[in-house]
């Protein structure tokens, strides 16, 4: 041991209690809502992926003879005004 013995490196400084309250707190809040986030962003992420894989799964609807007769008829009508 070559370091000489000082004050401040034989003892760590001793924080007041109530700023080691707040800091205990506040780092508590801190990683909860972090864990809340990250479980937040997994699921939505889980879900976008279900999703994409249940739409690419199911095939396009075809367009009907009545839905196709009503857009032309709503453009016909338009047009008119």
């Known amino acids: 041991m070559t370091d000489t013995i000082t004050r401040n490196n034989l003892f760590r400084p001793v924080p007041s209690k109530a700023q080691s309250k707040a800091d205990l707190t506040d780092s508590t809040a801190?990683?909860?809502?972090k864990a809340e986030a990250d479980s937040r962003q997994a699921k939505s992420q889980r879900l976008r992926q279900a999703r994409l894989e249940m739409e690419a799964r199911q095939p396009k609807p075809a367009p009907t003879k009545a839905r196709a007769a009503k857009k032309a008829k709503g453009v016909a009508s338009r047009r008119a005004v």
């Open 30 to 33: 801190r990683a909860l809502i």
